[in-house]
């Protein structure tokens, strides 16, 4: 026995047009809730605006770019040095001077020093004849200490030579204004022009600025929600920027979607409420499934060890909500007293238009026909084609990051290259090796200054080793004689290949080797191993962030799709999209093919990038799968004809989701006319991923295999309905049950 028929003898499925529309629906009440209330819901969205406007004002001063990796030794050893050394590695300044007396560094090192709360001069030195360095520490972090770079400046200005003040906090300062202008340049002179475009000519009317006001509502939402969150947790900086960006495309999609189907339910009935509570018993249910997906897939970050990437799930998961939320309250509010006037005012000939949604005439119809009589060929094609460009990831080489994948032309950078050139790359961040010989006094042990000389020779022995700090002075031995610190500069910058290939060997074999006695606890951080240390925390928790997005999104999609089937495609075609992007990164970046494009060539991808990838295009992704699929299971419903169903639904929703994806790969975009290597390798892999998306898979791939699969892709068993209380889905029509 399963669900019957909707009839009067069957209360849970009243017999309606279609049954998800009877009294009883939540969607429905919902929407007309809302809109009996319609002045209400609006006041609301309006004081929340006010609100969350005013404290997303302060946002900026709440965020950091502190980046810690709690549980590691690089960890361990930053705590160590802060604590009984008074410095922070990553905040120090390093001055270079060229042609400058020692004693004259050393005093202007001393002003600066005195520019920066707890600022000290731990060291001058030569480096050769011409060249010497200054270390100011503090107990700044980077994100701290880089505020008294242009301090720092001016107090070494004076002396006589060239002089550059270069450290991580130095780079960083100088990046900050490279950051915004890439930005700027990327969103305001591309992203948001091609936006405004394709909007104007998918609507036609003025309706294009709907999108807009969702995203207002929402974003502003948004980021005064995270505002609470900022006063409690440590959020990165870059979360504003991923907030707006998925915030606007989310807010296209559920418009565009929307908005198309409001229309069309328009055409229909000319009664506005009734209209709008079909769209919303339809398209607004595919919304909240959308949304559902998209947060699973950004929101698992929460569980990343990083803090910086918990800062992204979080806004991940709050976005996509909010999103929601408001499509299904202001937004429908906003087409009651706007959506008749907004069209009233074309861009496009109305003959256009007209014939653009007609589904049985549009040129996706045609497409829809050509891909049902030759399916088995369109699959086979277009998944080689996907499987042809996710290869090159055998060959993907991940990285810490890196000081040569950002704009040479800067002062931090060039003092750097000077310094490079005259010891390692690695000077700037060099290794910074911690001793804890246990108690008080430790240091003095013959044990351990034996152990601690072979380990110096150890190191000077190590091809990458270009240089090794170690003295009796406060700044290698602290006050309590238990710790001692060694710094050691590497021949190659923090996030090169042979400087993580040296940390292995110090770990395994120069520190074992060097013979400590048992009491004793060596730990290596600083620049290399903490790029190593990254890469290790994060990827050991990566493949779990993926098991959990697949499960969860299968489970939710069965929900949403009332199949078994459909849901495991959405996922196989999604893992094909994020392989065909991480391929085409390699191809773009590490062979160099995108050179002529204006993209910088290197050979690593940034290690925190194929993570924010996979989290972001998998619920993106399904935010498409799900308007496509949607609308084919209404047709299905409708009508039990699987080649009707899945060319119908392509019909009728190709053009929004091609429009949708076109924005948001614009919006991606943006990053990667920007010069640092970075962010051109984010905005690339997520532009690719979304254009292969909503192009081959989702035009191509998604219905040809659909129709390989025919009536099986509507396949739930009726025990598995009852326990999701959703309709069955027979395997036959009606006709031939009965």
């Known amino acids: 026995m399963g669900y019957e028929p909707a009839s009067r003898t069957n209360p849970r499925f009243p017999a309606k047009r279609n049954w998800w529309l009877g009294s009883d629906d939540p969607m429905e009440r919902l929407t007309r809730t809302v809109l009996r209330f319609r002045r209400a819901v609006l006041a609301i969205w309006l004081v929340l605006l006010v609100a969350s406007g005013a404290a997303a004002s302060g946002l900026t001063d709440l965020l950091t770019n502190r980046f810690t990796l709690p549980g590691t030794d690089t960890a361990k050893v930053e705590k160590v040095l802060q604590e009984n050394f008074g410095q922070v590695p990553d905040g120090s300044f390093t001055v270079i001077a060229r042609g400058v007396d020692l004693t004259d560094l050393r005093s202007a090192a001393t002003r600066a020093a005195g520019e920066i709360p707890d600022g000290r001069v731990a060291g001058v030195h030569k480096v050769d004849d011409e060249l010497s360095t200054a270390l100011i520490v503090s107990e700044l972090q980077r994100a701290d200490s880089k505020a008294y770079t242009d301090e720092v400046r001016a107090a070494v200005s004076g002396l006589d030579g060239d002089v550059w003040v270069s450290g991580q906090a130095a780079i960083e300062r100088d990046l900050d204004p490279v950051f915004a202008e890439d930005l700027k340049v990327g969103e305001l002179y591309i992203a948001v022009p091609i936006a405004l475009v394709i909007l104007a000519f998918v609507f036609g009317t003025l309706a294009f600025l709907v999108p807009f006001l969702l995203a207002a509502f929402a974003i502003s939402l948004t980021l005064g929600i995270i505002w609470i969150f900022a006063n409690f947790m440590e959020l990165t900086t870059y979360l504003q920027n991923l907030v707006m960006l998925i915030g606007l495309g989310i807010a296209v999609d559920y418009s565009l979607l929307v908005v198309c189907r409001f229309r069309e339910e328009m055409r229909k009935n000319g009664s506005k409420e009734e209209a709008l509570v079909r769209t919303m018993a339809t398209a607004g249910r595919a919304v909240v499934f959308s949304g559902s997906a998209v947060a699973i897939g950004l929101a698992l970050m929460l569980f990343m060890p990083l803090p910086f990437m918990r800062g992204f799930g979080l806004g991940g998961l709050l976005i996509p909500a909010v999103s929601v939320l408001a499509g299904l309250t202001i937004l429908p509010v906003v087409l009651y007293w706007l959506g008749r006037p907004l069209d009233r005012v074309r861009f496009l000939p109305k003959r256009v238009t007209e014939r653009r949604e007609n589904e049985e005439r549009n040129s996706w119809s045609r497409l829809s026909r050509f891909v049902m009589r030759r399916p088995a060929p369109i699959a086979a094609a277009t998944a080689a084609l996907l499987l042809a460009f996710a290869a090159p990831v055998l060959t993907l080489e991940l990285g810490p990051g890196s000081n040569e994948g950002v704009p040479q032309h800067l002062e931090g950078v060039q003092g750097l290259n000077v310094l490079a050139d005259a010891v390692g790359a690695g000077a700037l961040a060099p290794t910074d090796i911690v001793v804890d010989t246990g108690h008080a006094g430790g240091a003095e042990d013959r044990g351990v200054q034996s152990a601690t000389q072979r380990l110096v020779s150890g190191l000077e022995a190590d091809p990458e080793v270009a240089q090794v700090e170690f003295g009796d002075t406060p700044q290698y031995i602290d006050a309590s ?57 994060t990827y050991a928790f990566f493949p779990w962030l993926v098991l959990g997005v697949l499960v969860l999104t299968y489970f939710l999609l069965v929900r949403a799709f009332r199949s078994l089937l459909l849901p495991l495609k959405a996922i196989v075609m999604n893992l094909l999209s994020v392989g065909a992007a991480y391929g085409l990164m390699v191809v773009a970046f590490k062979w160099g ?14 290690g925190w990038i194929p993570v924010m990838l996979f989290a972001t295009v998998f619920g993106l992704s399904m935010d498409y799968e799900v308007f496509l699929v949607s609308r084919m299971r209404e047709e299905w419903d409708a009508s039990h004809d699987n080649e009707h169903a899945v ?8 053009r929004i989701v091609t429009a949708a994806g076109l924005v948001m790969a614009a919006a991606f975009f943006g990053f990667v006319a920007g010069s640092i290597v970075g962010l051109q390798q984010f905005g690339f892999g997520l532009a690719a991923a979304i254009l292969i ?46």
């Open 481 to 537: 004689g238990r710790y001692l610190h060694l710094s050691v500069a590497g021949r190659h910058d923090y996030g090169m290949p042979e400087a993580q290939e040296y940390v292995d060997r110090l770990r395994d074999q120069i520190i074992p080797a060097a013979d400590f006695p048992e009491s004793t606890e060596v730990l290596a951080g600083g620049g290399p191993p903490g790029g190593v240390d990254f890469l290790d925390l």
């Open 593 to 606: 093919w995108g050179e002529p494009f204006g993209l910088i060539q290197f050979d690593q991808i940034e």
């Open 647 to 654: 060319a119908a639904g392509l019909a009728k929703t190709g």
């Open 693 to 738: 998306d909503v192009t081959i898979v989702r035009a191509l791939l998604v219905p040809s295999v659909m129709a390989l699969l025919g009536r099986w892709n509507w396949w739930l068993p009726q025990p598995l309905a009852r326990a999701l209380r959703v309709k069955p889905s027979p395997l036959q029509p009606a006709a031939e049950r009965a």
